[in-house]
Nanobody, 119 residues
């Protein structure tokens, strides 16, 4: 059974930091690109950061310089370090496992972790 379990969300003041984690099980983690999405109330889910199986990273323009994605294949875990948080970062953050062979392998979602930025 595949599981992606996010943690690390919470309530934080503007300017603060959080580190989100997503622990995967049931997949060959190192083969997957890992992505973080977020969905704010009333808005579509958006991709904010991704890291390839080889460690190449890419970010949405809205988070560049503030978010850092990383992975530890020995722990089957992907992280999202979020600094200089803004109220507009408030959303549910989801991790997504993106397979290398999309026609023969499934993609998977975590259940999400809430990040609320408020004073």
């Amino acid at each position: 059974q595949v599981q992606l379990v996010e943690s690390g969300g919470g309530l934080v003041q503007p300017g603060g930091s959080l580190r989100l984690s997503c622990a995967a099980s049931g997949i060959t983690f190192s083969m997957y690109a890992m992505e973080w999405y977020r969905q704010a109330p009333g808005k579509q889910r958006e991709l904010v950061a991704l890291i390839s199986s080889g460690g190449i990273t890419n970010y949405a323009d809205s988070v560049k310089g503030r978010f850092t994605i990383s992975r530890d294949d020995s722990k089957n875990t992907v992280y999202l370090q979020i600094n200089s948080l803004k109220p507009e970062d408030t959303a549910v953050y989801y991790c997504h496992a993106d397979p290398p062979y999309r026609f023969t392998m499934n993609a998977y979602w975590g259940q999400g972790t809430q990040v609320t930025v408020s004073s």
